[in-house]
């Protein structure tokens, strides 16, 4: 017990660390992704996109009939954004822990 204790004050220096990397990599996600990730192909008469995962910047992204769309709830039922540094860092955190991820799958099998 001493020694977890102990090792508290070394734990702080690498959770401080691992915390600015990945707010330094939500800035840098911000600055390249910021509303991109709302583009998606659908087809003509559907009310929502056909695919979360089928981002686009012009009709010419996606395939066949399908138009590229701007939707306001981002990809993964709106947790995957770089729309705010906020949402970058979270977006990151699931990224690198896999936080999340499951329970989005389990829904998408549903």
């Known amino acids: 017990m001493k020694t977890l ?3 508290f004050p070394d734990l702080a220096n690498v959770v401080t660390l691992f915390c600015m990397f990945i707010f330094l990599f939500g800035i840098l996600g911000v600055n390249l992704f910021e509303g991109k990730l709302h583009f998606r192909c659908t087809e003509p008469a559907a009310p929502g996109p056909i695919d979360d995962t089928a981002l686009c910047n012009v009709d010419a992204d996606c395939e066949g009939a399908q138009t590229c769309v701007y ?5 993964n039922f709106g947790a995957t954004s770089y729309d705010d540094v906020i949402s970058a860092c979270a977006t990151i955190f699931q990224a690198v822990t896999l936080e ?3 329970d989005q799958m389990y829904e998408l099998e549903k």
């Open 100 to 102: 999340g991820w499951v």
């Open 71 to 75: 939707y306001e709830r981002g990809p």
């Open 5 to 7: 204790i102990c090792a």
